[in-house]
């Protein structure tokens, strides 16, 4: 999901509106390390059932707190700048894009969450349990399968596809230095042809008419036909670079249901996002922080994101909801970078994309 921040729901960000669950307290209650209040940082795109959050404030004493501070960018760096007197106890939404800048600020304090042994190993990238895994997504190309359909076309299913003169002037993609899954997709084919040979795929994209815009909501809402929001406001892209799980969106906010998703998922263009939540270094309230990262991983909450916030569980035994599992694709080998790669060569990875593709 961020994954981002994640992008907004989803992770997604699919421009739905997130649904906190906020506790109140009086001023003594939540200030001190007795507080019985515990107070959850995260990116805009936060959401879970009342319901959920109920039981964890029943089985805890604590009640849950929610503030939502931007999107996950703007979230770690007020988070790095106020670390000596942070705004909460836990910040959540940290992905592997932006998780090596968090800990080499010391935004978090070492934790081992209480059933962390059930998640694959894969997610866990910190050997220190700075950071608990929590959910994790898939950038990718979304298609139009209309469109296809229509013109005979088959969609493509690789990177390379992308730059075949079948699908000139069909992608509309995020800006990489404004966007989450605008820098995913860049990553995704950063990871997939090397420092070396990324800038030449880039040069092929653009020679194909490749559309950029700001950031996902545009790219998805208006460009692409194959959104509702894009039908509705005459899209023409009928490829975009959106999230494996936009196609259960497509589905779940169809009035009528379709049976089957009108959006398809490009499964060879994919980068992986991983979402973390970590206890903030001089959190007020340690111990409710730490009762809310073991909650975050519960078998409870973890089967609740996927219709809340639209990325997958980490847990092993976590199940999806049909709607879910019935529509998102199975992505099987997706492009990956470790976090400190990502951090050493982001900035200057983005300046060189901008100068490639926007001037």
């Known amino acids: 999901m961020s994954i981002t921040r994640k992008a907004t729901v989803l992770a997604v960000g699919i421009g739905l ?21 515990v107070t959850l940082v995260s990116h805009d795109s936060w959401a879970a059932s ?54 080499d600020n010391g935004l978090f304090q070492p934790y081992e969450a209480k059933g962390v042994d059930g998640v694959d190993k894969s997610y ?24 296809f359909s229509e013109h005979g076309i088959d969609p493509p299913t690789s990177f390379a596809d992308l730059v075949e003169p079948a699908y000139k002037n069909l992608l509309v993609t995020e800006n990489a230095g404004t966007s989450s899954p605008g820098l ?30 700001d950031g996902w909501e545009q790219a998805y809402n208006e460009e692409f036909s194959g959104s509702a929001g894009g039908k509705k406001a005459g899209g023409d892209r009928p490829l975009v670079v959106s999230y494996a799980s936009s196609p259960p969106v497509e589905v779940v906010y169809a009035d009528p249901q379709p049976k089957t998703a009108p959006t398809g998922v490009a499964t060879g263009t994919c980068f992986r996002q991983t979402e973390f939540a970590g206890l903030l270094s001089n959190a007020e309230n340690p111990e409710g922080g730490k009762a809310l990262l073991d909650f975050l991983i519960s078998k409870r909450f973890q089967e609740d994101m996927p219709l809340n916030m639209y990325v997958n569980p980490v847990v092993d035994d976590a199940e999806l909801p049909a709607v879910y599992s019935d529509n998102i694709p199975e992505i099987d080998d997706p492009e990956t970078m470790a976090p400190a790669e990502i951090a050493g060569n982001r900035d200057d990875w983005v300046r060189s994309w901008t100068s490639l593709v926007l001037k």
């Open 184 to 213: 995913g997709f860049l990553l995704g084919t950063a990871a997939a042809y090397g420092d070396e040979g990324w800038e030449g795929y880039w040069k092929k994209l653009r020679a194909n008419g490749v559309k950029v815009v």
């Open 124 to 147: 866990r990238l910190d050997d220190r349990n700075r950071v608990t895994p929590v959910d994790y997504g898939d950038i990718c190309v979304n298609y139009d399968k209309a469109y």
């Open 50 to 103: 009342k319901d959920v959050i109920a039981a964890f404030e029943k089985s805890s004493g604590y009640q849950v707190k929610v503030l939502e501070d931007g999107d996950a960018g703007q979230a770690v760096n007020k988070a790095i700048l106020t670390k000596d007197n942070p705004q909460g106890d836990v910040l959540f939404g940290v992905d592997n894009t932006l998780l090596s800048r968090a800990l």
């Open 17 to 37: 509106v997130a649904l906190s669950a906020c506790g109140s307290s009086s001023d003594d209650e939540a200030s001190g390390g007795d507080s019985k209040t």
